[in-house]
């Protein structure tokens, strides 16, 4: 009888972890790396990656199969509820900059793909 209490109770509790405290506050939990725009700015093409790390901070993913890019995820959540999420990367030729991909990018990387884009309907209206 006992035991049968004792399993009532550990499943009433297990129960009240899935569906929470009403009126219990969640702190907003920041995992990544906090790269702002001006941070972004600052970026050349053909910096080194230790200027880039000094700029950005350490990477958050240096993937040992792809030594040429780095990955700074970003995202805050208040319990599951996501507040703000970015992404971005940077691309390397052995120890230069040489291209910024994702949310936020420098002026230099997106007007290359805008003129290239600009270049492409020109050709073809001649």
């Known amino acids: 009888m006992r035991s049968i209490l004792l399993l009532l109770i550990a499943f009433s509790l297990s129960?009240?972890?899935?569906l929470g405290f009403p009126g219990v506050y969640r702190?907003?939990?920041?995992?990544?790396?906090?790269?702002?725009?001006?941070?972004?700015?600052q970026l050349q093409p053909g910096m080194s990656r230790r200027q880039v790390?000094?700029?950005?901070?350490?990477?958050?993913?240096?993937?040992?199969f792809n030594?040429?890019?780095?990955?700074?995820p970003y995202v805050i959540r208040n319990g599951t509820k996501v507040i703000r999420e970015a992404q971005m990367s940077v691309y390397f030729d052995g120890d230069r900059l040489v291209d910024v991909t994702g949310?936020?990018?420098?002026?230099?990387?997106?007007?290359?793909?805008?003129?290239?884009?600009?270049?492409?309907?020109n050709d073809s209206d001649a």
Do not use: H, K
């Open 27 to 41: 702190i907003d939990v920041e995992q990544g790396n906090l790269v702002e725009q001006d941070m972004v700015d």
């Open 103 to 121: 949310d936020y990018q420098p002026d230099w990387a997106s007007g290359a793909a805008s003129d290239q884009e600009s270049s492409d309907e």
């Open 15 to 18: 129960g009240c972890g899935a």
């Open 53 to 64: 790390r000094f700029i950005l901070g350490t990477p958050l993913v240096e993937d040992p």
């Open 67 to 72: 030594p040429t890019r780095w990955d700074y």
